[in-house]
């Protein structure tokens, strides 16, 4: 059991079996004891308080990434498309950009991308803004994780996350939508406050939470994520099951895997 540092008061229930709900040191609840019983919390998030879980990555990220850009990307066949990348922050200052492999705020808590640039193909681009803009009318707008990314960064996704959990990461030998530039990470803000809302999970959280059919979550979180669907399906866009937050432009198939890094489409 953790050191605790504070209980609750009492409660009583039924014939005076004693309910107490324990704390720690920084007086979060804990656990639970049920007369003699204890019944510790159940950990379904980020432990630490912040919005983003982590995953403990198999070799040094810098490693991954060094031999991920010395691999190539597997080459498709079709008539494709050129590509037509589109910074979607030029579009509408309201869009929030939120690129997290921008940053270290990620589950393998590395940089992946050398520029905080949300990059789609055209079509994905302006669809995303005509979502945008409509939810403007239920108080909500667009909060970007993350849109084009490079096949090295999916290669060293994989090579960095354990087996059991990549299950949330693009096989790189088949490459990603993303490395299309046609698919998009999103959550939706508060208008009023442009803070992000409350969602069954975190992003990149590998647990079920992240379903976008788990039943679990409040009601509220649930309608958000709905809301979110609802408004991205109406432009076409398809949902991943695994993954709330991601969707697909349906003319993805129409562009190749691309391995450029964000810093060079310039």
């Known amino acids: ?34 007369g003699e019983q204890w019944y510790p919390r159940l950990v379904v998030g980020a432990d630490d308080g912040s919005d983003q879980m982590r995953v403990q990555p198999l ?7 060094r031999e991920a850009r010395l691999a190539s990307p597997p080459e498709g066949t079709g008539d494709y498309r050129d590509d037509d990348l589109v910074d979607v922050a030029a579009l509408d200052a309201g869009l929030t950009i939120d690129l997290r492999y921008a940053t270290d705020h990620n589950f393998l808590s590395a940089v992946f991308y050398d520029a905080a640039r949300a990059l789609l193909q055209r079509p994905a681009a302006t669809a995303v803004l005509r979502v945008h ?66 969602m069954p999970s975190t992003f990149d959280e590998p ?50 895997i691309g391995n450029a890094s964000i810093e060079d489409l310039r």
């Open 1 to 34: 059991m953790l050191p605790l540092a504070e209980q609750s008061t009492d409660s009583f229930i039924g014939d005076g079996l004693i309910v107490r709900f324990l704390r720690d040191e920084s007086l979060r609840v804990r656990g639970v004891t049920l």
């Open 59 to 65: 070799a040094p990220v810098p490693d991954v990434i």
């Open 133 to 198: 803009q409509r939810l403007h009318g239920d108080g909500f707008g667009l909060t970007v994780f993350d849109a084009y990314r490079p096949w090295f960064v999916t290669r060293a996704f994989w090579d960095a996350t354990p087996p059991s959990m990549r299950w949330m990461v693009a096989d790189p030998t088949k490459g990603s939508k993303h490395n299309r530039g046609a698919a998009i990470d999103v959550t939706l803000h508060d208008l009023r406050t442009g803070l992000p809302v409350s």
């Open 207 to 256: 647990t079920s939470r992240s379903y976008a059919f788990y039943p679990g979550g409040t009601t509220r979180e649930r309608w958000h994520r709905a809301v979110l669907r609802s408004a991205m399906e109406r432009e076409g866009f398809l949902l991943n099951p695994f993954e709330w937050w991601h969707f697909d432009h349906p003319d993805w198939s129409a562009y190749r």
